[in-house]
């Protein structure tokens, strides 16, 4: 029986850590050297893996209701073929610019008191999310897909209020987020709930807060010894943001493991945050931003993935954006630029009002 744990943790840490570390070292080579960090390579290996699994897993929902058994090898595959690019690529890197100047050093030593009372603050979210997890409504629909999708193969094509079969559920058949919870199931012999209340939030609230972090690095980068009273400000925010059942703090701390919260709490902090990248004021037309555009478009189809909601929310905030940018650097090519990295919403928008 220990082993057989052992082999369970081993195989999360594998799924949840290692591939995507791996395969955000593949973005994370078309960016500049000098912003290059483990944390960043983290964030975009976790998108980048997101958004393969819904570019393939939505395909199949469509075309075959017993699916799941096609979508866990072909995924299986594709991440491990990424993560080994990904390691190729960061190796060649490495030998024409040795690893210890590629990475962002990490604002830590001066303000060290606050930074460790940020990680206890993190850790306490994490501690109660992991121990007293909440329940739901919606986990008698959303987690009930997971279960169904691990225990049947089947791919929304059965209610989970009834456990009759039915036809496809047009509503969250492109937002396959359930599907990947089922996935990690199948792959670690761990219960699905078990994957979506205990596990996830131990992912993405980490996840959501380095992407605060990034944010706050380029909001404050001229008052950057700031950053962790500004990471206070975010956790505290975050842990007494339950004043209704709505608010995205809700979400992130009792329903961390739906698509809503992942929603509210990483694709749309990280696509904010891309934004100021790619139009950082004082490198803009300097640096070589592939990366950070190649992030950005992918970050919309783990958008779509998350909830058919984003086919707005994520293109308005994108939309608005670069209107924005394009009056004020008189650029017809940054609202185009934005256009094209919204398609993923516009494809799985039309798709939803054809099927």
Same mark, same amino acid.
């Given at each position: ?9 081993? !195989?999360? #840490? ?56 096609? #979508? ?10 990424? =993560?080994?690019?990904? &390691?190729? +690529? ?25 930074? /460790? %009372?940020? *990680? /206890?603050?993190? =850790? %306490? ?10 329940? $739901? @409504? $919606? ?22 209020? !009834? @456990?009759?079969?039915?036809?496809? $559920?047009?509503?969250?058949? /492109?937002?396959? %987020?359930?599907?990947? &919870? ?6 670690? @012999? ?9 596990? *996830?939030?131990? &992912?993405? &609230? ?17 008052? #950057? ?11 505290? +925010?975050?842990? %007494? ?40 004021? $004082? ?42 940018? @394009? ?11 934005? +256009? ?8 799985? =928008?039309? *798709?939803?009002?054809?099927?």
């Amino acid at each position: 029986m220990g082993i057989f744990v052992l082999g369970q943790i081993l !195989t999360l #840490i594998l799924l949840l850590g290692i591939i995507p570390l791996c395969i955000g070292m593949i973005p994370v080579n078309l960016i500049e050297h000098r912003h290059r960090s483990i944390g960043v390579t983290y964030i975009a290996g976790f998108i980048s893996m997101l958004a393969v699994f819904q570019i393939i897993t939505v395909p199949i929902v469509i075309l075959a209701p017993y699916g799941f058994k096609i #979508i866990v090898p072909l995924f299986s595959i594709l991440t491990v073929l990424l =993560g080994a690019v990904g &390691i190729y +690529m960061t190796v060649r890197s490495a030998r024409k610019e040795p690893f210890s100047r590629e990475c962002e050093a990490f604002p830590f030593s001066e303000e060290k008191p606050l930074w /460790l %009372f940020v *990680l /206890l603050l993190i =850790g %306490f979210q994490m501690f109660m999310a992991f121990t007293l997890t909440s329940f $739901d @409504g $919606d986990d008698a629909y959303y987690v009930v897909h997971s279960v169904l999708t691990d225990e049947t193969d089947t791919l929304y094509r059965i209610r989970p209020y !009834t @456990g009759l079969s039915t036809g496809m $559920d047009l509503r969250h058949s /492109l937002a396959v %987020f359930p599907i990947w &919870i089922a996935y990690i199931a199948r792959m670690s @012999g761990i219960h699905a709930t078990i994957i979506a209340h205990s596990v *996830l939030p131990l &992912i993405l &609230i980490p996840v959501t807060y380095w992407i605060y972090l990034e944010i706050g690095k380029k909001l404050l980068k001229r008052d #950057i010894h700031k950053l962790p009273v500004f990471m206070i400000f975010i956790c505290i +925010m975050q842990i %007494f943001g339950n004043v209704s059942i709505y608010t995205n703090a809700t979400f992130f701390l009792t329903r961390t493991w739906q698509g809503k919260s992942m929603l509210a709490n990483v694709v749309l902090p990280a696509i904010f945050w891309l934004i100021l990248w790619i139009f950082d004021s $004082d490198n803009y037309e300097k640096e070589y931003r592939l990366g950070l555009w190649i992030l950005l478009l992918l970050t919309n189809f783990v958008a779509a993935m998350s909830s058919t909601a984003s086919v707005f929310l994520a293109a308005m905030l994108i939309g608005v954006t670069g209107i924005v940018l @394009g009056i004020r650097e008189k650029n017809i090519q940054i609202p185009l630029r934005l +256009m094209i990295c919204c398609m993923p919403l516009v494809l799985y =928008g039309v *798709l939803f009002l054809l099927i």
